[in-house]
């Protein structure tokens, strides 16, 4: 217990409802089972503490912080109880924000093909595949055939209503180049991860966005795009021709006004 706190620290000033309740904060942070990590108590404690602090603004601490001097002050006032600097409490912020990131996109991605994939078995004819199921090398998630209809579905799933950020790897990208039957589908999920909204992202507008390799000895693999509310058209083009007459609306292609 006594090496999650800095080595001067006696504790002979607080009581043991105090040391419970550190103790038990400590516990629920999963720190306990990592008292053996080379790394800087206080980083950790910090860390921990920005990922579980359900502060408004860490969950975009991407596009709102961009440097030590843009750290919001509660972070601040945590980093200087813990002894950091602020550039130190930047590098903490960023780790930690980008292992909550990834775990909350695998979790609402995995979310959003399942709940795509049910919804499709049930409302278009032909068959209906998960094939990210069985490798990520396709380049899609979904797979859709009915008569002289296909569809390879590359779904992207978000539980946000005000922002849109996917993440396309090099593998999707050339896909999408050379099949014409590859289609990128937002599913925007409610908090009880039921789907609210369907929507694709059209190709020429992932064309124009994707970064450019500028020499033959650098080469992006992965990137993120921050899609414009504007930009997804609502429902599924691809599949329009493969929908049965029950399909719910969410699906369908929104005629222009």
């Given at each position: 217990?006594?090496?999650?706190?800095?080595?001067?620290?006696?504790?002979?000033?607080?009581?043991?409802?105090?040391?419970?309740?550190?103790?038990?904060?400590?516990?629920?942070?999963?720190?306990?089972?990592?008292?053996?990590?080379?790394?800087?108590?206080?980083?950790?404690?910090?860390?921990?503490?920005?990922?579980?602090?359900?502060?408004?603004?860490?969950?975009?601490?991407?596009?709102?912080?961009?440097?030590?001097?843009?750290?919001?002050?509660?972070?601040?006032?945590?980093?200087?109880?813990?002894?950091?600097?602020?550039?130190?409490?930047?590098?903490?912020?960023?780790?930690?924000?980008?292992?909550?990131?990834?775990?909350?996109?695998?979790?609402?991605?995995?979310?959003?093909?399942?709940?795509?994939?049910?919804?499709?078995?049930?409302?278009?004819?032909?068959?209906?595949?998960?094939?990210?199921?069985?490798?990520?090398?396709?380049?899609?998630?979904?797979?859709?055939?009915?008569?002289?209809?296909?569809?390879?579905?590359?779904?992207?799933?978000?539980v946000r209503t005000g922002r849109l950020t996917v993440y396309i790897s090099r593998n999707e990208y050339e896909t999408m180049l050379r099949d014409p039957a590859w289609e990128l589908v937002t599913v925007r999920l409610t908090p009880e991860l039921k789907i609210r909204a369907?929507?694709?992202?059209?190709?020429?507008?992932?064309?124009?966005?994707?970064?450019?390799?500028?020499?033959?000895?650098?080469?992006?693999?992965?990137?993120?795009?921050?899609?414009?509310?504007?930009?997804?058209?609502?429902?599924?083009?691809?599949?329009?021709?493969?929908?049965?007459?029950?399909?719910?609306?969410?699906?369908?292609?929104?005629?222009?006004?």
């Amino acid at each position: 217990m006594r090496s999650l706190f800095t080595a001067h620290s006696d504790f002979s000033d607080i009581t043991p409802t105090q040391y419970d309740a550190a103790y038990a904060w400590i516990r629920e942070m999963g720190l306990l089972g990592n008292v053996k990590s080379r790394g800087p108590v206080n980083c950790r404690v910090f860390e921990s503490a920005m990922a579980q602090s359900g502060v408004p603004w860490f969950r975009d601490a991407d596009l709102l912080i961009r440097g030590p001097d843009e750290l919001p002050e509660d972070a601040l006032r945590a980093a200087e109880t813990l002894g950091l600097t602020p550039e130190e409490a930047y590098g903490q912020v960023s780790t930690a924000w980008g292992k909550v990131d990834t775990e909350e996109r695998s979790r609402i991605g995995s979310a959003g093909e399942l709940a795509l994939l049910e919804l499709l078995s049930e409302s278009a004819k032909g068959r209906v595949e998960h094939v990210a199921a069985w490798s990520d090398g396709y380049g899609y998630d979904i797979f859709v055939d009915a008569h002289q209809h296909s569809a390879h579905l590359e779904v992207k799933s978000t539980v946000r209503t005000g922002r849109l950020t996917v993440y396309i790897s090099r593998n999707e990208y050339e896909t999408m180049l050379r099949d014409p039957a590859w289609e990128l589908v937002t599913v925007r999920l409610t908090p009880e991860l039921k789907i609210r909204a369907v929507a694709a992202v059209p190709r020429d507008w992932i064309s124009d966005h994707v970064p450019s390799d500028r020499t033959v000895r650098g080469r992006w693999q992965s990137c993120r795009l921050d899609v414009p509310p504007e930009v997804p058209v609502p429902g599924i083009p691809s599949i329009a021709p493969m929908l049965t007459q029950t399909a719910p609306e969410v699906l369908r292609v929104m005629p222009v006004s």
